[in-house]
């Protein structure tokens, strides 16, 4: 029988002197690989704690279970670990869909929050998204899971330029079991209706969004977003796909610590929107 924990995997390094934390939540399909070019950068600067999500990486077998899956589920998950650790306070880096969980985090737990950045953000439900997300739900009736994730990686990521990205989240994905992917595919039952109150809600906290110019699938509603919540900056990466963390991972470090330390740092280059 396999065994059954009660806390995501999760990976901590502490500092020595700074008792800032710095949290990563990753994407659907990711793990704590996904931020493999961000522990050296940032270490330096802060306490940080990685994260699988439930069902990814090295988070199998998760108690309580559940047949089906939301969001409340999922941010729960990593409450309890940060519970468990002690932490009161942290700045949060999230990818991709992580930035609906970080946003549901904030909506549960706003003390918690210090700073956001959220790296290929979800943000609204353009065309796009909801052709995107109701596709990959009617074709998971259709093909195998492994297919479906080789096809969207294609859709996200469809460049050259984006290809070693694109075979990160591939191996990444591996690691869902099939039973694991279609309860994550049922969080779309809940994903349109909070990005709506999302959108609609005032953004409390100084929040920073990164996105690559290429992400045609969610640049668009990122740069809404901004627009409307005035402690939320944009920045953009040119020639840059939906991982941007990856993908121009140096430029991405170093944003993003301009970000979290403007007294320490120097001031960002940036293309902003």
Same mark, same amino acid.
């Given at each position: 029988m396999s065994n059954t924990r009660s806390l995501l995997h999760y990976k901590t390094y502490l500092h020595d002197h700074s008792d800032e934390w710095l949290v990563f939540i990753h994407g659907a399909g990711g793990s704590i690989a996904t931020w493999k070019y961000q522990v050296e950068a940032f270490k330096p600067y802060f306490n940080l704690l990685l994260l699988d999500l439930r069902d990814h990486g090295k988070?199998?077998?998760?108690?309580?279970?559940?047949?089906?899956? $939301?969001?409340?589920i999922v941010s729960d998950d990593i409450l309890r670990v940060i519970d468990h650790l002690g932490l009161e306070k942290a700045h949060f880096m999230s990818m991709?869909?992580?930035s609906v969980i970080l946003q549901k985090i904030d909506?549960?737990?706003?003390?918690?929050?210090? &700073?956001?950045?959220?790296?290929?953000?979800?943000?609204?439900?353009?065309?796009?998204i909801k052709l995107f997300v109701h596709s990959a739900k009617f074709l998971s009736y259709l093909l195998p899971y492994?297919?479906?994730? $080789?096809?969207?990686?294609?859709?996200?990521l469809p460049k050259k330029n984006h290809e070693y990205s694109r075979r990160i989240f591939r191996m990444q994905s591996q690691k869902?079991?099939?039973?694991?992917?279609? &309860?994550?595919?049922?969080?779309? &039952?809940?994903?349109f209706r909070?990005?709506?109150?999302?959108?609609?809600?005032?953004?409390?906290?100084l929040s920073l969004v990164v996105m690559g110019e290429e992400d045609h699938v969610f640049f668009k509603a990122a740069r809404r977003f901004t627009k409307v919540h005035q402690k939320a900056s944009l920045v953009i990466f040119e020639q840059c796909g939906h991982i941007c963390n990856i993908e121009q991972y140096e430029q991405f470090n170093d944003t993003v610590l301009s970000f979290l330390l403007p007294d320490d740092a120097s001031s960002m280059s940036k293309r902003t929107g």
């Open positions: 988070s199998k077998n998760l108690e309580p279970a559940f047949n089906n899956y $939301n969001f409340d991709s869909l992580g909506e549960k737990r706003p003390q918690l929050i210090d &700073k956001m950045i959220m790296a290929g953000g979800v943000f609204r439900a353009t065309w796009k492994r297919t479906m994730y $080789n096809l969207f990686s294609f859709v996200v869902l079991a099939p039973n694991e992917y279609y &309860k994550w595919i049922g969080l779309y &039952k809940d994903f909070l990005l709506k109150n999302f959108f609609n809600r005032e953004l409390e906290k």
